[in-house]
């Protein structure tokens, strides 16, 4: 190849990717953060050190089961900056769909996923329930995971949605548990109040 093939190649690799973050900063000024908005959604955060449930009010990293966390665009929970913060996924839902209601842009929302942690279950009382995982990199985006609903094992608030990234996963824990397994699109208000 010619010098000044390789010179012309080079330019035109450098004025492309002067291209593309001309238009990713013109899109976030635009469209904002949210996925709804075409931006990316911020990272999930580690929900340690005393973070309160912005639902009930328990102190997240002390109970057991899935937690979440919902970022958006131009709102935020009263009391603090986002996340909104939530001790079971049911409480991530039913937030969720009320700040929709509200008109809210949801810029990203994250559950524990756990096809990605080692869990435990264990007994409290007669009671199975499964173990909580904080760290960041135990959220996966709320919308690529699948949920084991209606078994016999807890969370902080009861019998919860147990959020898996693997269907096959989703489909033993069902099978052990005597659950089902939902799409994200199939969870709804109704969903919830039966769980």
């Not at 035109?12 to 931006?39: E, K, M, P, Q, Y």
């Amino acid at each position: 190849m010619c010098d000044h093939c390789d010179r012309t190649v080079a330019r035109r690799t450098v004025l492309s990717a002067v291209g593309v973050a001309g238009v990713a900063a013109t899109a976030g000024c635009l469209g904002g953060l949210g996925t709804d908005g075409g931006g990316d959604a911020p990272e999930a955060v580690a929900l340690i050190g005393g973070e309160q449930c912005d639902a009930c009010g328990m102190v997240i990293d002390q109970h057991p089961g899935p937690a979440g966390q919902l970022f958006y665009d131009d709102h935020s929970p009263e009391g603090h900056d986002n996340p909104a913060r939530f001790c079971s996924a049911w409480e991530t839902f039913s937030y969720a769909l009320d700040r929709e209601d509200d008109g809210w842009n949801r810029a990203g929302g994250y559950l524990t996923d756990y096809s990605t942690v080692e869990y435990d279950l264990f007994d409290d009382g007669g009671q199975t329930f499964i173990s909580a995982h904080l760290d960041a990199d135990a959220f996966a985006p709320m919308d690529d995971l699948v949920y084991v609903v209606g078994t016999d094992v807890n969370g902080s608030m009861g019998p919860d949605f147990v959020p898996f990234s693997d269907d096959g996963d989703a489909e033993a824990f069902a099978d052990a548990h005597d659950g089902a397994v939902y799409e994200r699109a199939d969870i709804s208000r109704d969903l919830i109040a039966r769980r």
